[in-house]
């Protein structure tokens, strides 16, 4: 194995994963290492790397030829692809050290795990050797020096430790799309979890509510005071922030829409008023809608902000006044790329189109799948019965209610064959 023989695992996080071709097939998220009934520091015997749909797999250590911090290269195209589960007798690195709260022998000084190293022997075997430790100082203003200690000084490395904190893992987990950090969210015990995501800001955690299982998510709010819940809720999508909210009783959803601003309640409010699985309940309230007498230029600069979804960027509506939904009469869409072959200074009055029918709120899904696959849209508009856009619904949408409701969930679905080639690979 080609690789520095000292590698501090918290670096690893996130790293790439490649083949023997120089494909990429997944990232790496946690190391495993087992433990031994003598005082010796554990054996690492692989790694955890997350693979496209979110599954997470084992990598034994005896198939990977090379470890960096900027990739981490494996000496087969063939994985076994079965969903990683934890023996008794393991642990995870990242995620049940960081954090933890030790003493550094001689003298019982106590600190916290910042970072752990694995070693490899002459043999070839790979053990935990060191682990970076920062002392605890008792001052809120000043960060205690940061020591490199043999596994074998530090107490409190074993067993339960239900004082951990959350800064050391959430710098680990700070760079993860939100999708990835849901997914990593799920892997943690219910309470690290419900810790980790309250100290979230309130708009990443609600990027990562909206990418979790419904009942994570109800767990996840449940954990925080009300006045929290509603400020998360207010930072979703109306359409995400509906969705939760139906999975709670009614008398809750009342208590956190109040605590809301008005005016993100009342989206709120309207959607969870349409029948489910009809447009309606499915859409967004707040596509980019300009006027007609705006130009390309505007609207190019529109949908390049970066809070916007792909596929709510995809196109822009064209309404009368009011430009807040319901607006007024709706009259057409402008998909990006013919604002891209438009001059600048064009009105989009001149270059709407309007020969697609819109939804109405009532269409159900299956009706809207069809229409979207025949047209080759991304979102399509839905209209009140005077022609005012209410909202738009997307491709991403339709996927989150024709999908099972627990897609989400790690657990669902079946397991593929345990071996399979990935990234084009031989045998």
């Known amino acids: 194995m080609t690789t520095p023989t000292r590698i501090y695992i918290a670096r690893l996080a996130g790293v790439a994963v490649f083949d023997p071709n120089g494909d990429q097939v997944g990232r790496i998220r946690d190391a495993v290492a087992r433990l031994r009934p003598t ?9 955890v790397a997350e693979m496209p749909m979110r599954r997470r797999i084992f990598l034994s250590i005896n198939r990977i ?21 934890k ?12 954090d933890r709260r030790v003493q550094v022998e001689p003298g019982g000084q106590p600190g916290s795990v910042v970072d752990v190293a694995m070693e490899c022997s002459r043999g070839g075997e790979w053990s935990l050797t060191r682990v970076a430790v920062r002392e605890q100082t008792g001052r809120l203003t000043r960060r205690g020096h940061l020591h490199q200690i043999e596994w074998e000084r530090v107490r409190g490395l074993s067993g339960i430790a239900d004082t951990r904190g959350t800064a050391n893992l959430l710098a680990v987990l700070e760079d993860m799309r939100p999708a990835d950090l849901a997914n990593a969210l799920q892997d943690l015990p219910d309470t690290r979890r419900n810790e980790v995501a309250a100290a979230l800001d309130d708009e990443r955690l609600a990027d990562v509510l909206s990418e979790l299982p419904e009942h994570d998510q109800v767990e996840i709010l449940a954990a925080l005071d009300r006045e929290r819940a509603a400020d998360v809720l207010e930072e979703m999508d109306p359409d995400d922030a509906a969705d939760l909210l139906s999975e709670l009783p009614p008398p809750e959803q009342d208590v956190l829409l109040d605590l809301m601003q008005p005016d993100e309640a009342d989206p709120v409010r309207q959607l969870l008023k349409y029948t489910p699985g009809t447009a309606g309940s499915v859409m967004t309230s707040e596509p980019v809608i300009l006027p007609p007498d705006a130009t390309v230029a505007e609207a190019l600069a529109r949908i ?17 006044a009011p430009m807040t939904t319901p607006t007024g009469r709706y009259l057409g869409m402008v998909h990006f790329q013919r604002l891209l072959r438009e001059p600048p200074a064009d009105l989009l009055g001149g270059v709407v189109v309007n020969d697609i029918d819109p939804l109405r709120a009532t269409t159900p899904l299956p009706e809207i799948t069809r229409r979207m696959a025949t047209y080759d849209l991304v979102a399509m508009p839905v209209i009140d019965r005077n022609n005012r856009l209410v909202g738009a619904v997307t491709v991403d949408d339709v996927l989150d209610h024709l999908l099972p409701r627990d897609w989400r969930d790690r ?15 031989d045998g």
């Open 87 to 98: 023996r008794p007798n393991e642990l995870l690195v990242l995620q049940e050290l960081l």
């Open 304 to 320: 390049r902000e970066p809070q916007l979804s792909p596929a709510i960027a995809a196109q822009v509506f064209v309404s009368r």
């Open 65 to 85: 030829t090379s470890i960096d911090s900027d990739a981490v290269v494996l000496g087969t195209g063939t994985l076994n692809l079965r969903r990683f589960e």
């Open 39 to 47: 005082q010796r520091p554990p054996e690492v015997v692989g790694l």
């Open 411 to 425: 657990d669902a679905g079946a397991s593929p064959t345990p071996s399979e080639p990935v990234g084009g690979a």
